[in-house]
């Protein structure tokens, strides 16, 4: 039961928001109040658990829902709304035998929701490691599939949100999995990070998927490792939940949330829980890996920083000699009262025998973060806040989200996502990063999920659009909606009402038709 924990943290109860719902496999009309532009042409896709419950047996964890998929249709100013359960194999089999087959990992017990990725991720070290795939919509080669963090990804018909091919990343290369967060260069070619187990340990491995396909069969075929990194410990890996990526590097941070192999894998024979083979180490540095995305080869200068968490890249983008990296950091495992801030890193790239040791090399005027040489092939730099004191009253920022079709590796002015001042997101904002003032559209007792950007016809500012959200409302029954702001003076433009009840998800996309 999650009353409990409501009543220590003073928070209302929102288990509604993780009830097992039935399916809508067929497209729903919704009643639209306000106005929705008529503009908009296509559909959002979003991912997240939906089903708690099979048989008698419960699933314990807000991650271990079996995979709910969504679509809202947007057209001429109307919205319809469809649902289905992913057919994973976990999915068949507990349907087959109505109770629980497959064993899922995660946890309702802490503050902040993306914490439980570390279970989510560490599931492939079951023997038969789960393919609910249920926290991301994501794009290769045109196709749209559902991830998560195990080797195995379902490419799904984004109209009717079937279930068609079951793909296992470990059949194209040698990778164990890979992040829900890919990042895409404009002609669409995909990058993402997976990590592989060998003989001599674990390495991080950066992956690319060409943009084409060479026939209707095609899925993972022609996807390379571009680079593997050893870890500082290879018996003891950084858990990773996305990466940044820059026009001509990707970024790799490697944290000091790591893992022991060692003990997870024995733990899974002597039945103790996961969550002993993973463990924050204050005393570790922070690394900051650089890949040349054009040869593959791992830069020979790291960048070092004191130990921190990340989960959500907000962009990286490099300017006059210097890659600005900027995400929500979290240092959730040294203070449990923390909150996801948005910060950002400034890395000098013209390292060279020349460069002077021991002085500030940023000579950004208007940033205060810092980068010293401290040997020719070490840099260690301290990180600048994107944001002010206020921001702290909304729980912070996570769930970022910019312009990507326009600003992706590019100097960019705002970004939106939730405020967590609750288990999940309570108020969406819009921050400004040049003068670190937002707006917020918050309501009583709503529930919003990622705000997700869609550029207008014709736009001419970065934020010519409008910001997508699905808002849950647990203290009544049925009355989900999808929200649309004006992603410039962030005021309600309209909403579309859902008939039947929807459970707050994760991660989604804007699936253009225009």
Request: glycine content about 6%; hydrophobic content about 30%; aromatic content about 12%.
């Amino acid at each position: 039961s999650l009353g409990p924990l409501y009543k220590i943290h003073g928070l209302p109860n929102i288990s509604p928001l993780v009830s097992s719902v039935e399916e809508t496999p067929e497209p729903i009309p919704t009643t639209v109040k306000g106005t929705i532009p008529t503009w908009i042409h296509g559909s959002l896709l979003r991912n997240g658990p939906g089903k708690f419950k099979f048989g008698n047996q419960h699933y314990n964890h807000w991650f271990d829902g079996m995979a709910l998929m969504h679509r809202f249709q947007i057209e001429d100013g109307q919205v319809t709304y469809r649902s289905r359960f992913l057919r994973s194999d976990s999915y068949k089999q507990n349907s087959e035998r109505n109770r629980i087959i497959v064993s899922e990992f995660g946890t309702l017990a802490l503050p902040d929701p993306c914490k439980n990725f570390f279970q989510r991720f560490l599931s492939r070290f079951e023997i038969k490691p789960t393919d609910n795939a249920s926290v991301n919509f994501v794009k290769y080669k045109g196709d749209y599939y559902v991830s998560t963090e195990t080797n195995y990804i379902h490419r799904v018909d984004p109209d009717t949100l079937e279930s068609k091919q079951k793909v296992d990343w470990s059949k194209f290369i040698a990778v164990n999995g890979a992040t829900a967060h890919p990042h895409f260069d404009p002609d669409g070619t995909a990058y993402n990070m997976g990590n592989s187990y060998r003989n001599k340990g674990a390495f991080y491995n950066i992956i690319r998927v060409p943009p084409e396909r060479d026939g209707p069969e095609d899925n993972l075929e022609g996807a390379k490792i571009l680079c593997s990194i050893a870890p500082r410990d290879k018996s003891k890996p950084s858990y990773y939940h996305s990466f940044g990526m820059s026009e001509n590097y990707v970024v790799f941070i490697e944290q000091p949330i790591k893992m022991d192999l060692f003990k997870i894998v024995t733990g899974r024979l002597t039945g103790k829980s996961l969550n002993e083979g993973v463990y924050w180490d204050p005393n570790q540095e922070t690394t900051f890996h650089l890949i040349d995305k054009q040869t593959g080869k791992e830069m020979p200068v790291k960048y070092h920083a004191k130990a921190l968490s990340t989960f959500h890249q907000i962009n990286a983008f490099e300017q006059n000699g210097f890659l600005l990296d900027g995400q929500a950091i979290n240092n959730f495992l040294v203070r449990q009262d923390s909150r996801p801030l948005p910060r950002r890193f400034v890395l000098p790239l013209n390292i060279s025998s020349e460069t002077p040791l021991e002085q500030n090399l940023n000579t950004r005027p208007d940033s205060t973060a810092t980068a010293v040489c401290r040997t020719k092939n070490q840099v260690f730099c301290t990180f600048e806040d994107l944001h002010g004191e206020d921001l702290k009253d909304y729980g912070g920022l996570e769930f970022p989200h910019i312009n990507y079709a326009r600003y992706n590796t590019k100097p960019y002015k705002y970004y939106y996502g939730c405020g967590f001042r609750h288990l999940v997101g309570d108020s969406l904002i819009k921050m400004d990063l040049e003068s670190k003032k937002f707006k917020v559209w918050r309501q009583p007792d709503l529930y919003p999920s990622e705000p997700v950007f869609i550029l207008s016809p014709n736009a001419e500012k970065e934020d010519d659009g409008v910001i997508l959200s699905v808002i849950i409302t647990p203290v009544k029954d049925k009355s989900t909606f999808l929200l649309v702001l004006d992603a410039k003076t962030f005021e309600e433009l309209g909403r579309a009402e859902v008939p039947v009840n929807i459970p707050y998800g994760f991660h989604g996309v804007f699936n253009s038709s225009a």
